[in-house]
């Protein structure tokens, strides 16, 4: 339920929402048209949208500034009709958005996207995740390899790096694994690397999906299963031993119900995308539906719990 478009997870500085295939690279001689979004309030969530609806319209890449939004879009591509429709038909109530078109300044993008990309996500000695253009990483234990076509604000670096961190701790051997908003899949991949089989990945969008498989593709995975859609997916599935949503508080005490329907005694949950206050209400959901707490995470207050069913 509710708008599919908080489910991004794109809140970020920069996204790209092409992947950096050969065939962009090329893209220096391109002529864009940089356009400035003002949103009325200024949210995260205001934002997450805005990116969204205009990656649909051709837009490749977006800067976050202090009122909203700069989008960048191919000149040849641009098509202003489906920008006024999209301002106009904008889905979230009470909000206000004005845009500003002028010509970008010419840059090689594909540079100025390697330059101010997520730096690699390094977890002690054991695992680091980094993108192909990322030279003299650390070596670890486990080497997760990301083209990503859109990067995450450093809230969901925090909250992937604590399920990384359960993941890391957790027996995963043999185990079926179900990835919940598996965004560019670097949990479902690390699952699977840590022995668990089968792996399935669920995402509501679609870019989500498209990035999921090239990820799995590009570390040589060849036992998760990505999906398109959300939890109503899970109805009637065999139980998994292990489920991670790392998604955000609202759409976990919805969808927590469906995702206890796929757990047996023993199963184990992992949750995250959410802050440290927001446990009590997600451990009282959690018990009702017959599991029990083992313990929580915290970093910067986003906070990761774990429960097994009984």
């Known amino acids: 339920g509710g708008n599919p478009y908080y489910l991004v997870g794109i809140s970020l500085f920069l996204i790209k929402s092409l992947s950096l295939s050969s065939n962009q690279t090329e893209n220096k001689d391109m002529k864009y048209f940089e356009v400035t979004f003002t949103t009325t309030p200024c949210n995260e969530t205001v934002n997450d949208v805005v990116s969204a609806l205009a990656g649909e319209i051709g837009?490749?890449?977006?800067?976050?500034?202090?009122?909203?939004?700069?989008?960048?879009?191919?000149?040849?591509?641009f098509d202003e009709e489906a920008l006024k429709e999209m301002v106009a038909n904008f889905p979230l109530p009470d909000t206000q958005i004005t845009y500003e078109i002028k010509e970008a300044e010419d840059k090689d993008w594909n540079e100025e996207w390697e330059k101010n990309f997520f730096q690699p996500i390094v977890i002690g000695d054991r695992c680091?995740?980094?993108?192909?253009?990322?030279?003299?990483?650390p070596k670890t234990e486990y080497e997760i390899?990301?083209?990503?076509?859109?990067?995450?604000?450093?809230?969901?670096?925090?909250?992937?790096?604590?399920?990384?961190?359960?993941?890391?701790?957790?027996?995963?051997q043999g185990k079926s694994v179900l990835d919940m908003g598996c965004g560019t899949s670097i949990l479902a991949i690390l699952?699977?690397?840590?022995?668990?089989?089968p792996v399935t990945a669920i995402d509501i969008d679609d870019w989500c999906v498209n990035n999921s498989r090239d990820n799995i593709e590009l570390n040589d995975i060849h036992n998760i299963t990505v999906e398109l859609g959300d939890a109503a997916l899970l109805e009637g599935r065999e139980a998994f031993d292990v489920i991670i949503a790392n998604i955000n508080r609202n759409i976990l005490l919805a969808e927590m119900d469906r995702y206890a329907a796929c757990m047996h005694p023993g199963s184990e949950l992992f949750m995250s995308g959410f802050y440290v206050q927001d446990i009590?209400?997600?451990?009282?959901?959690?018990?009702?539906?017959g599991m029990t707490f083992v313990h929580h995470r915290e970093k910067n207050n986003w906070a990761a719990v774990k429960f097994v069913m009984e």
Request: charged fraction near 20%.
């Open 280 to 289: 009590p209400a997600i451990r009282e959901k959690a018990e009702s539906l």
């Open 59 to 77: 837009f490749e890449s977006f800067v976050e500034w202090e009122n909203g939004v700069q989008a960048y879009v191919q000149q040849s591509l």
């Open 145 to 172: 390899l990301i083209n990503p076509q859109m990067a995450f604000g450093t809230g969901h670096h925090e909250t992937t790096s604590s399920i990384i961190c359960e993941l890391l701790d957790a027996d995963l």
């Open 128 to 137: 680091c995740i980094h993108s192909t253009f990322h030279k003299d990483t």
């Open 191 to 197: 699952a699977s690397m840590r022995g668990a089989d």
